[in-house]
């Protein structure tokens, strides 16, 4: 298996240990649950009887019903309100020291966005957070040492 099939397999565990424990949690009989499945799974696909043989779109929908029946917020809406109130932090001195690395190495924005996606799997420099952003100065400090090490020796 490759990295992303061990990523998706562990994600569908999850949703499903997690459906598993909703419905514990919710008293849930084995019929009822088992009909709970059918009628969401039937929604968002073809219907199933057991939630192993759902696709991950169906899983969902079926966690997030299982979440409104225990009271719960849908994990969507409890992720994003987990977002909206943190503030990304001030990048601009960050910024400032990426766009003068750039300018010292003679090298376009296009070399920043490429660090950025091979480093922090992000499509551009400026969606990096401030760990990522430390992660690119560095690869641009590195080659900029680089170029001077060259530079003194010949």
Do not use: F
């Not at 419905?23 to 649950?33: G, H, R, S, T």
């Not at 225990?70 to 910024?95: E, H, I, S, V, Y």
């Not at 499509?123 to 690119?136: F, G, I, T």
């Amino acid at each position: 298996m490759n990295r992303r099939t061990d990523y998706a397999d562990k994600a569908r565990r999850r949703v499903l240990g997690a459906i598993h424990a909703l419905a514990k949690e919710c008293l849930m009989e084995d019929d009822a649950y088992r009909c709970l499945i059918a009628r969401v799974s039937a929604q968002h696909g073809p219907e199933q009887r057991s939630a192993g043989k759902c696709n991950p779109r169906q899983l969902d929908a079926i966690a997030n019903e299982l979440r409104r029946i225990a009271g719960k917020p849908a994990q969507d809406a409890q992720n994003a309100r987990r977002r909206a109130g943190k503030p990304k932090g001030d990048l601009t001195a960050q910024m400032s020291k990426v766009e003068a690395l750039l300018a010292d190495a003679g090298r376009e924005w296009a070399y920043a966005h490429a660090l950025a996606k091979r480093l922090c799997k992000v499509e551009r420099v400026d969606w990096c957070n401030p760990d990522q952003l430390a992660k690119v100065i560095a690869a641009l400090q590195i080659d900029a040492d680089r170029r001077a090490r060259k530079t003194a020796n010949g």
